[in-house]
């Protein structure tokens, strides 16, 4: 079995804190207690999807930030949300690209019909934390309307 992703997270910690990597230092502890404030939630340990869903949701929200921020005129904030995001988004699997998504798309809606529900419910689980849902949201349209 692999090493499980949250002792990958906190052995990365520890090797930023000795490096005094002060952005890696920020970003993995408070990723780690978002975990821990997630696992008391649900009141049970996260598996590595778990984790990654946590994971997936910081950088979303980073994300934002940065747009808000650079609508606001605070590129220099913007960019300190972005690559706060990209130091994240190494913990997570490769992104999907539109064309992949695409793809998963019509295969569900070969499987399962023409439901916009039904297929946002069977796609989003394979997607998460590797593509943007409103983007998945405006394929799956595309499709069912082509």
Do not use: C, W
């Amino acid at each position: 079995m692999s090493i499980m992703l949250i002792e990958t997270l906190r052995a990365d910690l520890a090797t930023a804190r000795r490096a005094r990597d002060k952005v890696r230092t920020l970003v993995l502890s408070t990723t780690l207690a978002d975990v821990r404030n997630r696992e008391i939630e649900l009141g049970a340990t996260l598996d590595d999807e778990g984790v990654q869903g946590v994971i997936a949701r910081a950088i979303k929200q980073r994300r934002d930030a940065a747009t808000q921020m650079t609508a606001g005129g605070r590129p220099e904030l913007a960019e300190h949300e972005l690559t706060q995001a990209g130091v994240l988004q190494h913990y997570l699997p490769p992104e999907l690209t539109s064309a992949e998504v695409r793809e998963m798309v019509r295969e569900i809606v070969a499987e399962s019909g023409s439901q916009m529900g039904a297929v946002m419910s069977r796609l989003m689980p394979r997607i998460r934390g590797r593509f943007d849902g409103g983007a998945a949201s405006a394929i799956v349209r595309e499709e069912l309307s082509g």
